[in-house]
């Protein structure tokens, strides 16, 4: 029992993880079914489930918007007249092919644009669009934190590399870096707005901010905690100082430098709410944040369960591409 040395097979972890999910899933239901908690702070299980199914695809009555040359649609019209109310269907119809439609609500032909002389048709309608709501806000979120990782990766690891590598260099850096670790980095978001603007920029440096600041020191203990005769053993043998840094010091300190990436990336997972709390149109957090707005606790659960869940993908995928990359380390 306690042996933390202890090996499980694959299918009594498989079983421990089912019996932990369904102790939560049943300890959720008794509190919401038994109204032990109120549905307005914690909604029952199937009111998330349907929160889910609308979220990942419902209709929205959306304003549909189309401009064409009337060279390009073939419409034969008096230069700087109006075009009839009772037309707009018969000549606008045809731009919305793609949905079923039976009225168009506005139209007219714009014949100021310089560009065209000929004039522009001029048509918009409402229509009820099919879209996942969930899903974009994952690609959102997703591409933020995969350009974050990017960034953080080009940064942080050569500084970290470095700083690992000289005792000069970290002598002249660790005061810097080191208090960075304990620093709220939601207090710095003020200043990355002022900074940054609003905009996407501000958002993939807040997250690239959040986890460098633990990439960049476990980079550098990562290789310090190699010992030295490793060091010492490539020295021997002729190679440079450098040389024996890249290529005895830095492949055996790579496994902890993978923690380390798996670490910063994880860290990113729970700043992505506050980077998304700002101007974002799209997004989990911004959907968790509209939920909130409206008392619509069902989605703001969605919204974190998907951002657990997307965190959990990630983080199993890099632990499974560090055993592969170092199988030797795995079997230590």
């Known amino acids: 029992m306690w042996n933390p040395y202890l090996p499980l097979s694959s299918k009594k972890k498989r079983i421990s993880t089912i019996i932990a999910i369904l102790c939560v899933l049943l300890g959720w239901t ?19 489930s349907a929160a889910f199914g609308q979220l990942a695809w419902g209709e929205s009555v959306q304003k549909l918007t189309e401009e064409r040359s009337l ?17 707009c269907s018969e000549v606008c119809l045809p731009l919305y092919s793609s949905y079923e439609l039976s009225k168009v609500d506005e139209c007219e032909v714009d014949w100021s644009d310089k560009e ?21 806000a994952t690609y959102w979120s997703v591409s933020r934190v995969f350009l974050a990782t990017l960034f953080t990766l ?3 690891l050569p500084i970290g590399i470095l700083m690992g590598a000289s005792t000069r260099i970290n002598a002249y850096l660790s005061p810097l870096v080191d208090p960075l670790r304990s620093t709220p980095v939601v207090a710095v978001l003020p200043i990355l707005v002022i900074w940054l603007g609003i905009g996407e920029v501000m958002k993939v440096a807040f997250l690239v901010l959040g986890a460098i600041v633990f990439l960049v020191p476990m980079v550098r ?46 860290i990113m997972w729970t700043y992505i709410t506050v980077a998304e709390y700002v101007n974002a149109e799209r997004g989990l957090g911004q959907l968790i944040q509209n939920a909130k707005r409206f008392s619509a606790m069902d989605q703001v659960f969605v919204g974190i369960i998907v951002i657990v869940a997307l965190a959990l993908i990630t983080y199993q995928s890099m632990v499974w591409l560090k055993k592969k990359l170092y199988p030797w380390e795995a079997e230590l």
């Open 154 to 156: 080009l940064i942080g």
């Open 221 to 266: 203990d990562a290789l310090q905690a190699v010992p030295q005769t490793y060091w010492i053993s490539a020295r021997d043998l002729g190679a440079t100082q450098w040389e024996a840094v890249t290529r005895a010091v830095l492949p055996m300190a790579m496994p902890r430098i993978a923690d380390a990436i798996i670490a910063s990336v994880s």
């Open 30 to 48: 008794l509190l919401s079914g038994l109204k032990v908690v109120g549905p307005d702070k914690l909604p029952s299980p199937w009111a998330v």
């Open 71 to 87: 060279h390009d649609i073939s419409l034969t019209i008096d230069k700087g007249a109006a075009l009839e109310p009772d037309r």
């Open 116 to 136: 065209h002389p000929e004039g522009i048709l001029w048509c918009q309608t409402s229509a009820k669009v099919s879209q996942s709501l969930l899903a974009e």
